[in-house]
């Protein structure tokens, strides 16, 4: 288990007016020249900034995860989002696995498109998609893939000359037990890929470490951590699943709070937090939940200060449809969270 201090930053990015914004004179009334008149007290702007890796010092970002259209190309989709939103999305999400194809080769001419006026989370999976194979954590580690895909990969994200995210092996922690290797192989294989990124000097690469949140995985998730070092952010994916995973209908507080409060208690990194997929199923019975449930953001992430960016899931899983219906009540709360000051700073 790390144990590293964890700082909590202010995030309002404004100072107190003093005295309750009236100015004070320590001296009696009959000391006072009557030709000086005490100055007025204004408050103090401090700007917003954001920080070498990403993090907003006043608010947080707004992201989504927009689906790949059928028809028309992914910067259509994104603006179509966007005119319904009524606001620019901060960080579109995108996928990719660790082949020679096109899946696997980035950022395509579309993510350059859309990396002029966004930021983009990568989430790049130990896989090729197209043979259905993966690799082993202890296999990257090992190097054996530098010079075919580590490497390449690596010069490509330094010729963007952009900031972006990048997420190695996601929601690592919901593999260990079967197919990709133990926590500390997955440690070493991450400290490796980001010590090939720092020798080809993709330094505008920002590494979010990214685990489902789930606690039943607690002690998995703090041997996963690669060390403060190598981290950036800390990611996690809160769900409200309800039915499709047989579960018990949860607030956006309920599930969001307890994996953030475990960090916190744990001083796990003392990171800036990403929810880095989050969304909430429905439940047909009581319409109204959903919509509920995506109304508590705006006041439950004031009071989470560490969360400084939301990416929304805007799609399904298998066996759960967490689609935002276009015009339901729950977008349209989704859509109201959104337009907070809040969640409107300004990119780098």
């Known amino acids: 288990m790390l144990v590293v201090a964890v700082v909590l930053a202010a995030v309002g990015g404004y100072e107190l007016w003093p005295h309750g914004g009236k100015p004070v004179s320590h001296r009696p009334a009959s000391q006072r020249s009557p030709s000086v008149?005490?100055?007025?007290?204004?408050?103090?702007?401090?700007?917003?900034?954001?920080?070498?890796?990403?993090?907003?010092?006043?608010?947080?970002?707004?992201?989504?995860?927009?689906?790949?259209?059928?028809?028309?190309?992914?910067?259509?989709?994104?603006?179509?989002?966007?005119?319904?939103?009524?606001?620019?999305?901060?960080?579109?999400?995108?996928?990719?696995?660790m082949s020679g194809t096109t899946n696997g080769i980035f950022p395509d001419h579309?993510?350059?498109?859309?990396?002029?006026?966004?930021?983009?989370?990568?989430?790049?999976?130990?896989?090729?998609?197209?043979?259905?194979?993966?690799?082993?954590?202890?296999?990257?580690?090992?190097?054996?893939?530098?010079?075919?895909?580590?490497?390449?990969?690596?010069?490509?994200?330094?010729?963007?000359?952009?900031?972006?995210?990048?997420?190695?092996?996601?929601?690592?922690?919901?593999?260990?037990?079967?197919?990709?290797?133990?926590?500390?192989?997955?440690?070493?294989?991450?400290?490796?890929?980001?010590?090939?990124?720092?020798q080809v000097g993709a330094g505008n690469v920002v590494w979010v470490w990214t685990t489902e949140g789930y606690l039943r995985h607690a002690s998995t998730i703090a041997a996963l951590y690669p060390g403060n070092s190598y981290v950036d952010w800390i990611g996690y994916d809160p769900y409200n699943f309800y039915t499709c995973h047989g579960a018990h209908w949860e607030t956006f507080a309920q599930t969001v709070q307890p994996f953030y409060h475990w960090l916190i208690a744990h001083q796990l990194g003392g990171k800036p937090v990403m929810l880095s997929e989050f969304g909430s199923s429905s439940d047909p019975q009581q319409p109204g939940r959903e919509t509920a449930w995506y109304q508590g953001i705006g006041a439950v992430v004031r009071a989470l200060p560490h969360i400084k960016a939301l990416v929304q899931w805007n799609s399904t899983v298998p066996g759960c449809t967490l689609r935002l219906a276009d015009g339901s009540a729950a977008a349209q709360a989704f859509r109201q969270a959104g337009l907070s000051p809040y969640f409107r700073q300004k990119l780098p």
């Open 37 to 97: 008149r005490p100055a007025s007290v204004r408050p103090v702007h401090v700007p917003c900034t954001v920080s070498s890796t990403l993090v907003p010092s006043c608010g947080a970002w707004w992201g989504m995860y927009v689906p790949e259209p059928t028809a028309g190309s992914l910067v259509q989709a994104v603006q179509a989002e966007e005119g319904y939103l009524g606001r620019p999305l901060d960080i579109v999400e995108m996928y990719h696995d």
């Open 110 to 198: 579309v993510e350059k498109r859309l990396a002029r006026d966004h930021l983009l989370l990568y989430s790049w999976a130990p896989a090729n998609w197209s043979r259905n194979t993966t690799f082993k954590w202890q296999e990257i580690a090992s190097g054996a893939i530098d010079q075919s895909v580590i490497v390449p990969e690596a010069k490509r994200l330094k010729a963007l000359h952009r900031p972006v995210f990048l997420s190695f092996s996601p929601e690592a922690d919901g593999d260990t037990a079967s197919r990709l290797g133990t926590p500390a192989e997955f440690v070493a294989a991450w400290r490796h890929i980001h010590d090939v990124f720092t």
